[in-house]
């Protein structure tokens, strides 16, 4: 399969922990990464190869593996980490990229 | 730092073709794909397809799109284009190139995004 599924919404209250999930057939085999998107901007990555962080990205953002699902954490949650977050990997032959359809986090 | 600097938007109708351009900087220009995605409004984010700036230009092109999307690109200007043919209502989007893995290896790994550029078909 080279599906992606990420629930469409989750709240989170200020300086709590708020996990995204992502799940699909292919992600035991292939890596996942995550954008992080605001409204009107690019997305930006803060998460690839399903836990490394590219430098510049606050530690509270961390990324978890479990069989068919990967996890994005955002420990410590701040008004400024209200945006869509996307996971992308590649389907099952790894020739095609695939993204889940976005969750749309709102901190409250 | 890298960028990736997009062309402006873009207005067709129907059936017409659009040809968006993605100039890169900030880093060696051939030792890195590039690949392109778009994003419906209020919508997620959907693959178009990767190119390789080394060698000769090779491509890889969603299944969705095969027949209808080209990628190419020009070293000595640093730029890579989309070319999408045969459009219609449901190809208004916004378009993304965005810079890929190290080429020496095949990873599909994305990394840094252009500005995006609107392309909207209206009749």
């Known amino acids: 399969s080279s599906e992606l599924t990420q629930p469409p919404s989750v709240s989170v209250s200020p300086g709590q922990t708020a996990r995204i999930t992502c799940s699909g057939d292919?992600?035991?085999?292939?890596?996942a990464s995550w954008f992080q998107q605001k409204p009107g901007q690019a997305p930006v990555l803060i998460i690839y190869?399903?836990?490394e962080r590219p430098s510049g990205i606050p530690e509270r953002f961390s990324g978890s593996t479990s069989g068919t699902t990967v996890t994005l954490t955002i420990s410590g949650a701040q008004a400024e980490d209200e945006a869509d977050y996307h996971c992308?990997?590649?389907?099952?032959?790894?020739?095609?990229?695939?993204f889940g359809g976005g969750t749309k986090l709102t901190v409250l | 730092q890298v960028q990736l600097l997009q062309s402006g938007a873009e207005v067709k109708k129907p059936g017409a073709s659009v040809k968006v351009s993605c100039k890169a900087s900030?880093?060696?220009?051939?030792?890195?794909?590039i690949h392109w995605v778009r994003q419906a409004p209020g919508q997620g984010l959907e693959w178009l397809g990767i190119?390789?700036?080394?060698?000769?230009?090779?491509?890889s092109y969603a299944q969705r799109f095969q027949g209808r999307v080209t990628m190419a690109g020009v070293t000595s200007t640093t730029t890579v284009y989309m070319e999408l043919t045969g459009l219609t209502s449901e190809d208004t989007a916004l378009y993304y190139c965005?810079?890929?893995?190290?080429?020496?290896?095949?990873?599909?790994?994305?990394?840094?995004w252009g500005q995006g550029t609107l392309v909207t078909v209206s009749s």
């Open positions: 965005a810079r890929g893995a190290d080429n020496s290896v095949w990873d599909l790994l994305i990394d840094s």
């Open positions: 900030g880093y060696t220009f051939t030792n890195f794909y």
């Open positions: 190119f390789n700036p080394s060698g000769g230009g090779s491509t």
């Open positions: 292919a992600l035991p085999k292939k890596y």
């Open positions: 190869k399903d836990t």
């Open positions: 992308q990997s590649a389907d099952s032959s790894g020739t095609y990229v695939v």
